[in-house]
């Protein structure tokens, strides 16, 4: 026979089934309690002790117990936090603002990365689908190509695992909540700024296989086409996860000066993917005796500590909201049974010396 903690455990988590885990539905006071069951105070502070171990309610000494809006029999409170990359400049400011959110919700965070390569994602999915977490903020693998894992996140889908995608979503899984900046809008802030500036020949640099890049090359050539500039498709360059491999890991700039000996033509400024290409751009510049701004303007996204490291501090779009919140706030609507819903967060230009 169950222990009598137990089974006064028993009726009070259907009490909260009852109450559909109301967020703030208080169960009545340990004295109650014990009167209603016959139960010593003890037996009953036991009880409540349980339920707040597994998350259902939260005790407020001299007040009472009251309802977390987690409902019995929910998923594990873990969630898995998937990245590109863990040494990416900006994913440790989005891991922390997202672990605070999760925090307070009483979840705690489990960190996976991918090198952006297929197979370790679907490896990590796999594991996933295997030992369940109770929700799964990601960042996909190379989300500017089709994606042989959509079976893997349809699955997880179909558990019942919440999913948000961070940075951007894959074609066909569209209907997966995703907080990205507005990429399309930062490149054509970008170029409308340098074509304020006086600029006419505009080059740009981007990656090709994380949907930012082609979304923010997109808008950049949008803005040059409606502010009645030339569009050179020689001037603009792409690379890779690969390419950014060699570039961080083994020094190879090679990409760099093929995109100044072959692409810069006569440009007088370049947009950059992100702060990280535009910083070993300005090393290559002054490097080959071209000076910045004077003779080429830079200008990139993110506002990261590179953009402020070298010797020419660059002018960058900086994110107005924590895109880690946001999205952890997303996540926690999900996991009170809620609705989520895609968000595209605005950018604001910091202007300094590089342009």
């Known amino acids: ?26 169960l009545p006071t340990e004295l109650e309690l014990s009167r209603q069951y016959q139960l010593s105070r003890q037996t009953v502070r036991h009880t409540l002790r349980l339920l707040e171990e597994e998350g259902l309610i939260r005790r407020r000494q001299g007040s009472g117990s009251y309802a977390t809006g987690l409902l019995p ?10 990245t590109s990359f863990l040494d990416d400049y900006i994913f440790p400011a989005i891991l922390h603002d997202a672990s ?9 965070t ?44 349809r699955r997880l889908c179909q558990a019942g695992t919440p999913i948000v995608f961070l940075h951007g979503a894959y074609a066909g899984l569209e209907r997966i909540p995703c907080v990205a900046d507005d990429n399309y809008g930062g490149g ?38 409606d502010a009645g500039l030339s569009i050179q498709d020689s001037r603009f360059a792409w690379y890779d996860t690969e390419d950014r491999r060699r570039l961080l890991q083994e020094k190879d700039r090679r990409l760099l000066s093929c995109f100044l000996r072959k692409r810069l033509g006569d440009a007088t400024a370049v947009i950059c993917y992100n702060d990280e290409i535009a910083y070993h751009l300005v090393q290559a510049l002054l490097d080959a005796g071209r000076r910045v701004p004077e003779d080429v303007a830079v200008v990139s996204f993110d506002n990261s500590y590179l953009s402020q490291l070298g010797p020419v501090p660059i002018t960058s779009l900086s994110h107005r909201s924590h895109m880690g919140r946001v999205a952890a706030e997303q996540m926690a609507a999900l996991l009170r049974g809620g609705d989520a819903r895609s968000k595209f967060l605005e950018w604001e230009l910091v ?3 590089s342009g």
């Open 1 to 26: 026979m169950a222990a009598k903690y137990q089974l006064l455990a028993d009726k009070l988590r259907e009490e909260l089934r009852r109450n559909r885990g109301q967020s703030g539905y208080k």
């Open 73 to 82: 029999g929910s998923p594990p409170r873990q969630i898995a936090v998937v």
């Open 100 to 108: 605070d959110v999760f925090s307070r919700q009483g979840y705690s």
């Open 110 to 153: 489990t960190v996976y990365a991918t090198e952006n390569q297929v197979s370790m994602e679907r490896g990590i999915l796999l594991r996933l689908l295997e030992e369940p977490m109770g929700g799964l903020l990601v960042e996909g693998t190379k989300t500017a190509l089709p994606t042989p894992n959509e079976d893997l996140y």
């Open 188 to 225: 054509y802030q970008l170029a409308r700024y340098l074509s304020g500036r006086g600029h006419r020949e505009i080059a740009g640099i981007f990656k090709s296989d994380d949907i930012q890049g082609p979304l923010r090359y997109h808008g950049a050539v949008s803005a040059l086409r």
């Open 351 to 353: 202007i300094r010396n």
